[in-house]
């Protein structure tokens, strides 16, 4: 699993003008399972997703196609971790 964190290295109104494109990936990635939850930083400096991926190299190819990654609005942040302790209502997200 990974926490992916994105850095914003443009203006937020530059951002904002690929959010539409950038929701409509997250809804395409939400429909193949792999992504848990997502949301922009408080404040506004970037982004957090949860991604249920097995590979850094998987999660990595994903991203690419996220138009904050295409039009270079983002930096990304990748930490894999493995769930060791979790609500049972999260048990679905980490048990393969």
């Known amino acids: 699993m990974f926490v992916v964190l994105l850095h914003y290295i443009k203006p937020v109104e530059e951002v ?3 959010r539409p494109e950038h929701l409509k990936f ?25 991604v249920n991926v097995d ?14 990654w295409r039009h270079q609005q ?4 990748f930490v894999e ?8 209502k999260f048990a679905p997200f980490v048990e393969k």
């Open 26 to 50: 997250l809804d395409e990635c939400y429909a193949t399972g792999k992504f848990i939850c997502s949301g922009r930083r408080n404040p506004v400096t970037g982004g957090v997703l949860l």
């Open 81 to 88: 971790f493995t769930p060791s302790k979790y609500h049972p």
């Open 55 to 68: 590979s850094l190299e998987e999660v990595k190819k994903i991203v690419q196609e996220d138009p904050y």
């Open 16 to 18: 904002d003008k690929h």
């Open 74 to 77: 983002a930096e990304y942040e």
